[in-house]
């Protein structure tokens, strides 16, 4: 008899225990919202994109958006990545670099392979739902973002950017 009341002490205790856990993480939730993690802001898979000033996303198959800005650190680390997929990129895929800034592209440094790709300068990049750079978006010939890597990527990312390019939307 004597031992069932000890097991049933324990298991009071033990739910008590967890109880107070539970209602303890609830309040602080509530009381710190930063430390629940926000939503991803910006451009998310399958949302249209906006018509971009003399651009048009009919006039190729796939369009390869390179969201950047002047000074970023994560952008200029990427060049090499950026440089590797301009050489890489199928025909029917067009490669353009968008940037915040009103410069003109030889002040915004970029490697001799970027030249070449067509660069929109002065783009409000919030309104592609670029909220922070570097953003590379893979768009459809209707403007529809068909994948989105945000960040510097890391090596498994890049792999997945370079199926992408590589294989039918």
């Known amino acids: 008899m004597i031992k069932r009341q000890n097991v049933s002490a324990d298991f009071v205790v033990i739910f008590s225990v967890i109880t107070m856990a539970v209602c303890l993480g609830a309040g602080l939730a509530r009381q710190y919202p930063d430390l629940v993690p926000a939503p ?16 048009q996303w ?6 390869l958006i ?15 990545f950026y440089q590797e997929l301009y050489r890489a990129a199928p025909n029917e895929t067009h490669i353009i670099a968008v940037f915040s800034e009103i410069d003109d592209a030889p002040k ?11 660069i929109l300068t002065g783009v409000n990049l919030e309104t592609l739902g670029i909220f922070g750079t570097p953003t590379v ?7 529809v973002a068909r994948q989105v890597w945000r960040g510097r990527l890391s090596k498994e990312s890049e792999k997945q950017v370079r199926a992408a390019l590589n294989g039918a939307l």
């Open 137 to 143: 978006i893979l768009a459809d010939n209707a403007g």
């Open 66 to 80: 390179l969201g950047l800005r002047v000074g970023c650190p994560y952008c200029a680390a990427s060049m090499e």
């Open 108 to 118: 915004l440094d970029l490697p001799d392979p970027l030249r070449n790709i067509e």
């Open 40 to 55: 991803v802001k910006g451009i998310r898979q399958g949302e249209k994109l906006p018509n971009l000033p003399e651009y």
């Open 58 to 63: 009919s006039s190729h198959r796939r369009t």
